[in-house]
């Protein structure tokens, strides 16, 4: 099993760029689907990201893509979130999340809501106008 630790998470000014880092502890890091969730208050969690095993592969959510990018580093067992352009609706809590997902699922599971198996207690990231 797997353990995540976020961080990275502050507050910025709106157009700022800012970076999440994942730590992972546990478990065989490279076996796993990562990908990160935000949950901005009063709404429901929503998928941000997510990259396949081996980080060749990722899928964006439309309302981040070309803004945020996700990536890992297998050897670190770390996944990252990097968040460009910034704007006050992307603040959230931002969670990050791995699948121990079967070979046959494709990377878009996630973004149609499928479900990841183990999460991060989440970072807090506020923009502000």
């Known amino acids: 099993q797997v353990q995540l630790v976020e961080s990275g998470g502050r507050l910025v000014q709106a157009g700022d760029s800012l970076r999440l880092s994942c730590a992972a502890s546990?478990?065989?890091?490279?076996?796993?689907?990562m990908g990160w969730i935000r949950q901005a208050p009063g709404k429901e969690r929503e998928f941000v990201a997510a990259?396949?095993?081996?980080?060749?592969?990722?899928e964006t959510a439309d309302s981040v893509k070309g803004r945020f990018t996700i990536s890992r580093d297998n050897a670190k067992k770390m996944a990252y979130l990097q968040m460009n352009s910034l704007k006050p609706e992307d603040t959230a809590v931002y969670y990050c999340?791995?699948?121990?997902?079967?070979?046959?699922?494709?990377?878009?599971?996630?973004?149609?809501?499928?479900?990841?198996?183990?999460w991060g207690q989440g970072t807090q990231v506020t923009v502000s106008s």
């Open positions: 990259a396949t095993r081996s980080g060749d592969t990722t």
């Open positions: 999340a791995a699948a121990a997902t079967p070979p046959y699922r494709t990377i878009d599971y996630y973004s149609r809501g499928g479900a990841f198996d183990f």
């Open positions: 546990g478990g065989l890091f490279s076996s796993y689907v």
